[in-house]
Protein backbone atom coordinates (compact mmCIF):
# COMPACT_ATOMS: atom_id res chain seq x y z
CA UNK A 1 0.00 0.00 0.00
CA UNK A 2 1.66 3.23 -0.93
CA UNK A 3 0.97 6.14 1.79
CA UNK A 4 1.27 9.61 1.15
CA UNK A 5 3.78 11.09 3.72
CA UNK A 6 1.97 14.80 2.95
CA UNK A 7 -1.15 13.02 4.21
CA UNK A 8 0.23 11.72 7.26
CA UNK A 9 1.56 14.68 8.59
CA UNK A 10 -1.08 16.87 7.73
CA UNK A 11 -3.24 16.92 10.83
CA UNK A 12 -7.01 17.84 10.78
CA UNK A 13 -6.61 20.91 12.88
CA UNK A 14 -5.14 24.00 12.72
CA UNK A 15 -2.33 23.16 10.83
CA UNK A 16 -0.36 26.02 9.50
CA UNK A 17 -0.02 25.42 5.66
CA UNK A 18 0.97 26.90 1.88
CA UNK A 19 -0.65 26.21 -1.16
CA UNK A 20 1.39 24.86 -3.87
CA UNK A 21 0.61 22.82 -7.35
CA UNK A 22 -2.79 24.31 -8.39
CA UNK A 23 -3.08 24.77 -12.38
CA UNK A 24 -5.60 26.58 -14.24
CA UNK A 25 -8.60 28.36 -12.24
CA UNK A 26 -6.95 27.30 -9.25
CA UNK A 27 -3.83 28.54 -9.34
CA UNK A 28 -4.35 31.83 -7.64
CA UNK A 29 -4.03 29.51 -4.60
CA UNK A 30 -0.80 28.76 -5.12
CA UNK A 31 1.77 30.29 -2.24
CA UNK A 32 -1.54 31.37 0.02
CA UNK A 33 -1.23 30.87 3.65
CA UNK A 34 -3.75 29.27 5.53
CA UNK A 35 -4.38 26.58 8.53
CA UNK A 36 -6.85 23.30 8.16
CA UNK A 37 -10.00 23.25 10.04
CA UNK A 38 -11.46 20.16 8.70
CA UNK A 39 -10.96 16.49 7.26
CA UNK A 40 -13.28 14.96 4.86
CA UNK A 41 -12.71 10.86 5.30
CA UNK A 42 -14.33 10.11 2.05
CA UNK A 43 -12.19 12.36 0.00
CA UNK A 44 -9.48 12.81 2.18
CA UNK A 45 -9.05 16.54 1.73
CA UNK A 46 -8.64 19.07 3.83
CA UNK A 47 -10.53 22.19 4.78
CA UNK A 48 -8.32 24.80 4.48
CA UNK A 49 -9.01 28.44 5.24
CA UNK A 50 -7.13 32.05 4.11
CA UNK A 51 -4.95 34.57 6.16
CA UNK A 52 -6.40 36.33 2.82
CA UNK A 53 -9.93 36.86 4.63
CA UNK A 54 -11.24 37.61 0.72
CA UNK A 55 -10.45 33.96 -0.27
CA UNK A 56 -13.20 31.40 1.27
CA UNK A 57 -12.50 28.47 3.04
CA UNK A 58 -11.54 25.46 0.21
CA UNK A 59 -11.40 21.95 0.27
CA UNK A 60 -7.72 20.95 -0.75
CA UNK A 61 -6.41 17.87 -1.55
CA UNK A 62 -3.05 17.00 0.41
CA UNK A 63 -0.82 16.96 -2.05
CA UNK A 64 -1.89 20.92 -2.96
CA UNK A 65 -0.24 21.49 0.94
CA UNK A 66 2.97 21.89 2.49
CA UNK A 67 3.06 22.39 6.22
CA UNK A 68 4.25 25.92 6.84
CA UNK A 69 7.24 25.97 9.57
CA UNK A 70 7.99 29.37 9.05
CA UNK A 71 6.67 32.85 7.35
CA UNK A 72 8.12 33.45 3.69
CA UNK A 73 10.26 36.65 3.07
CA UNK A 74 8.43 38.86 1.03
Known amino acids: MNVD ?7 P ?4 VICHGF ?4 AYLNGEIGDIRSFDETSGRR ?5 DKS ?8 RN ?4 FELPDN
Request: overall charge positive; hydrophobic content about 35%.
Open 55 to 62: IKPKSVKP
Open 65 to 68: LRIL
Open 5 to 11: PTSVLLQ
Open 23 to 26: KNKA
Open 13 to 16: YRTP
Open 47 to 51: GVYFE
